[in-house]
């Protein structure tokens, strides 16, 4: 027996190319598809361009514990100093002076290009410039000024009322623990000295030999190429994470007291201490699987002190390691953050205080964000694109001879039905190259570095007020 079947076999051509006249582009989302309880991450403008502020290939951006906005302005050579509202700032009214940042100078090694910075609990601001070496220009000693600095002290133990007197000041801080309190000190009033501290300089040397003397020659830092800083913890505590790109490692570094200061505040004189940094361990090591380090990009901290970093080479572009462990936070084959060939060059990488992992992938334009279990949310710095279409869905007319088995089928006919629908994509043409960013109250500070500018993005929820402000500032 013959019986005649119409089945439809649909051949999909999209056509993306708006000049040939298939469909129209929108941009999404329309005011009338964001909805009260959305998050959106909003483009803030104006952008902070390069005509404005002088730019010459900013590398990175970093929010100060104050709300200052710190610019690696590297071609320049200097740091840039901004406040909220994108206004260049040399000093202000609570006594802070940046001038020593505008064109930054290393004694013995000259005019430097900064490309990465961080912030310590000291107020140092922190930054390299891919050597062996570390520097450090303190906020709080050049707003409070220096009157002595000392290298040597004299300290009384509280109970024993022992006396010591000693110029070995990278023991100091085993002393003021362990029962010992200041009672003098030899004073310098050198303004050579006290110049010295105030400006920009040396706070790691890779070169100096109790980095690499005492250690083996996997530890050796007189060749290291320091990529990437960030600071980690507070008091006696704390330290830098140091990328180093030779020898693809994790290093981590302590602080050492140096001079003790006398500084001039409002209420009279008080003492500080100015500081070193020196080799500690190794906290991440060569290797191409998870939790091991190859071509390293940048490096970050969540508030618990995991660590987050990026790289180029290896199997995964972005790890998360457990602080003190080292442990990996994130499984292959299970975390969106590890998935293979997600990012074309995952250069950057921040976390705000949500714990939401922020990748800037220079390679695609755009950044994508995770949650703290490495899951997908979403990309932002791209522009949801939608496009009326049309597909071709071809129907065929068979004949089949049921007498036979296996059936026998014979094409009688066909026609063609077009088919209307929408796809929509997203574009990424905000950013060009971008290579850092930092988070500060639900704001992200781009240093889209292709276009010599900084970009702005604020994560907002919506409410009937902002989406009426929404409207407004769409509707010319």
Excluded at 170 to 194: C, Q
Aim: charged share 20%.
């Amino acid at each position: 027996m013959k019986k005649v079947a119409l089945i439809s076999i649909s051949v999909f051509i999209i056509s993306l190319f708006v000049s040939n006249c298939v469909g129209h582009i929108e941009k999404l989302p329309t005011i009338s598809e964001v909805e009260q309880g959305d998050t959106s991450y909003v483009h803030l403008f104006p952008d902070w361009e390069k005509e404005d502020y002088n730019f010459n290939t900013p590398k990175d951006v970093m929010v100060g514990a104050d709300g200052y906005i710190f610019v690696a302005d590297s071609g320049n050579s200097r740091i840039l100093v901004l406040n909220q509202a994108g206004l260049v700032v040399t000093e202000d009214e609570f006594g802070n002076n940046f001038q020593g940042l505008e064109d930054i100078n290393i004694p013995g090694k000259g005019e430097i290009q900064p490309v990465q910075l961080s912030q310590d609990s000291k107020m140092n601001l922190l930054f390299c410039d891919g050597s062996n070496q570390i520097y450090a220009w303190n906020q709080h000693y050049n707003n409070t000024g220096i009157r002595y600095v000392s290298k040597e002290v004299t300290l009384q133990h509280t109970e024993s009322g022992a006396i010591i007197t000693s110029d070995r000041m990278d023991s100091l801080s085993y002393y003021l623990t362990n029962g010992y309190t200041l009672v003098d000190a030899k004073l310098d009033s050198s303004e050579e000295l006290i110049n010295s501290i105030l400006a920009p300089h040396v706070i790691f040397d890779g070169d100096d030999p109790k980095n690499w003397e005492f250690v083996d020659d996997y530890g050796d830092t007189r060749n290291s190429k320091i990529v990437d800083i960030v600071a980690f913890g507070k008091d006696y505590n704390n330290g830098i994470y140091v990328l180093d790109k030779r020898y693809n490692r994790i290093i981590k570094l302590k602080y050492e007291i140096k001079y003790l200061l006398i500084m001039e505040t409002d209420e009279g004189q008080s003492v500080a201490f100015d500081y070193e940094c020196v080799f500690s361990e190794v906290a991440a090591s060569q290797g191409s699987g998870a939790g091991f380090i190859m071509d390293p990009k940048s490096i970050t901290i969540d508030l618990s002190g995991n660590i987050y970093y990026t790289q180029t080479g290896g199997v995964y572009s972005c790890h998360g390691i457990s602080a003190g462990s080292y442990r990996t936070l994130f499984n292959p084959g299970e975390d969106d953050l590890l998935d293979i060939g997600r990012f074309q060059c995952a250069r950057d990488v921040g976390i705000d205080s949500r714990g939401i992992i922020y990748i800037v992938d220079k390679g695609s334009n755009y950044i994508q964000t995770f949650d703290n279990e490495g899951n997908f949310l979403r990309n932002v710095a791209t522009t949801d694109i939608m496009i009326d279409t049309t597909f071709l869905e071809t129907v065929y007319s068979y004949e089949i001879d049921s007498t036979v088995i296996p059936y026998d089928t014979t094409i009688v006919d066909s026609s063609v039905v077009e088919i209307d629908t929408t796809v929509s994509f997203q574009l990424a043409e905000i950013l060009n190259k971008p290579e850092a960013i930092a988070i500060n109250q639900n704001i992200l500070y781009v240093a889209d570095t292709g276009n010599s500018r900084i970009v702005r993005f604020q994560y907002v929820i919506m409410t009937e007020q902002n989406l009426q402000d929404l409207q407004e500032y769409r509707t010319p």
